[in-house]
């Protein structure tokens, strides 16, 4: 009888890692859940594979080192055009990467098993797993920060579409409006990022920047000068609004999703970014199912757990998605 | 060694019924996916579960008479927002049905096990099993008829959302549009469905009825009427594609399909229609996945096949869900 039992899963820690434009974010995740070790350092400034593959292999070791148990084995989150399925990174934008093969390379490079996710999705996968959507059916998060990305899950399923679904930041809400780093006019993304609103808001108030050229305000300062009752503020931050409760409307429609999750620099304004969100979502609403706006619950760490969920999901032949 | 192995599928046919507003189409299919008998009936004025599920009974005896093999099972298609895994149509808009088990209804009835399936993804399920999408891991077939609707396959499962996936024809396209039967303004549906080109042709033109007010002209008709010139017919069509064009975009976006199927009645305009909305949406697109956009290959039968393999599939215990 016990030969047809399945082999108990690996007991020893997972790392996850989050491979962003400015920071490689990673942590060692004990199997109940906890997180044993954790470790940031800058993403080197020549973006080559080569280079920042070698600076995880770096992280990698110097976390190894730290456990005292046997680490099992790797995920990794990166953003872009991520085929989870074959750890390819088809386009990683801010990295420059095409088509690296990122599992084989890290794999090779540590002598561990390794998983490559994408990094909103593996977000996604915490906040479904472990945070504010634990058990959902139908979750739509998304990360309103640099740009937007969404991960989104179906059924109890993450949608992947071979590595190019959950773009919601290039859904189109102005098509006069203003150029995207895609090419497009008037994405989600040039209206309602972090980074969007503090550009628009700089352009309406002539500018406030450090010395350096770096915006001296962040999303949540926007946030806080609307509140205040600064009417350039207020106008920027009920466009972020309005043209997410469009968007989300969209996606809603065609998902099905009954709970949407935000997260990213934005979301740190909370109730004044998640109760108008809602109203907006709303009035966009009909027949559909109206989902729960809600504000993600791990911030800056979810890519990180979310990489270390994924690893550890291929380690014990149960993917997640 | 054979305990261990499954039953062999029951070989019998299978019966598909497409329940819609004005007919009930049936098709009973072999286990090879050959049809070995159809039947169409009107559906019944009084729409209420009772009287039209009595109508669906009595066409379900009538083909089981008609097939000399046992029937296995009956899958049936219902518009609206239906609940597969539960068996439930939670709301059939244009047959007034609320929370209605059908599938324990028609069990009870028939004594068949029966599947519940919504109509444009068990549409969905006949060209992605059988037709132009098989095979397909990310595709999205629209239907564009009485109203538009979408049914989506992502990394090779069918999207359910628990019944409320796929609303492509309630995404707005324009805020200040025409008023929708959703309630909203501007939804797809209002310029891009065969029922809308009718209209919005007819109210440029001072409308082209029959005496008794049914409307002269098909969706192919004013297809036709544009390419020989008539330009109140060729604006109505270049909006239809246009709005076309910009929600698929939008969908292709955040679903990364490869490709979309068009069926329904606009969709006999072939050509007329396929290769000017493929040119809209590709506007639209940057770096995203660039879908081509094909015809349905099934035309009005794909919910009746589609049904019959949603009844086959549950029979087989391997649901495409």
């Not at 090779?108 to 998983?115: F, S, W």
């Not at 350096?212 to 009752?229: C, E, I, K, N």
């Not at 309005?242 to 997260?263: D, K, M, N, P, Q």
Request: proline share 6%; with cysteine.
């Amino acid at each position: 009888m016990t030969t047809n039992q399945p082999a108990a899963p690996p007991a020893g820690p997972v790392l996850g890692v989050d491979v962003g434009g400015t920071l490689i974010k990673a942590a060692a995740v004990a199997a109940d859940g906890e997180v044993v070790a954790r470790l940031e350092r800058p993403t080197p400034p020549a973006r080559d594979p080569d280079t920042v593959l070698s600076a995880v292999g770096s992280v990698v070791e110097t976390l190894r080192a730290q456990v005292p148990d046997r680490v099992e084995a790797l995920g990794v989150a990166v953003p872009g055009i991520i085929d989870e399925a074959r750890g390819v990174a088809v386009m990683a934008a801010n990295l420059g990467w095409r088509d690296t093969p990122v599992a084989d390379l890290l794999s090779a490079a540590t002598g561990l098993p390794v998983a490559l996710g994408h990094d909103v999705r593996a977000a996604c996968v915490a906040e479904w797993r472990l945070g504010v959507a634990k058990g959902g059916s139908d979750v739509l998060l998304a990360t309103l920060g640099t740009g937007i990305g969404a991960g989104v899950v179906s059924g109890g399923r993450l949608l992947v579409g071979s590595g190019y679904a959950g773009q919601l930041g290039h859904t189109v809400v102005d098509p006069d409006g203003q150029r995207c780093s895609c090419g497009q006019r008037g994405c989600l993304a040039t209206i309602a990022s972090a980074t969007a609103v503090v550009r628009r808001y700089a352009e309406r108030t002539g500018g406030a920047e450090h010395p350096d050229g770096t915006p001296a305000l962040s999303a949540r300062d926007v946030a806080q000068r609307a509140r205040a009752g600064d009417p350039a503020a207020a106008a920027v931050w009920a466009d972020a609004v309005g043209a997410l409760g469009r968007s989300l409307a969209i996606a809603v429609t065609v998902f099905g999703s009954e709970l949407v999750v935000l997260g990213g620099g934005l979301a740190l304004a909370g109730d004044q970014l998640i109760g108008p969100v809602q109203d907006s979502l709303d009035e966009w609403l009909t027949f559909q199912r109206r989902p729960r706006v809600v504000r993600a619950a791990m911030g800056a760490e979810s890519g990180v757990l979310g990489a270390a969920l994924l690893g550890r999901a291929a380690l014990e032949e149960t993917p997640v998605t």
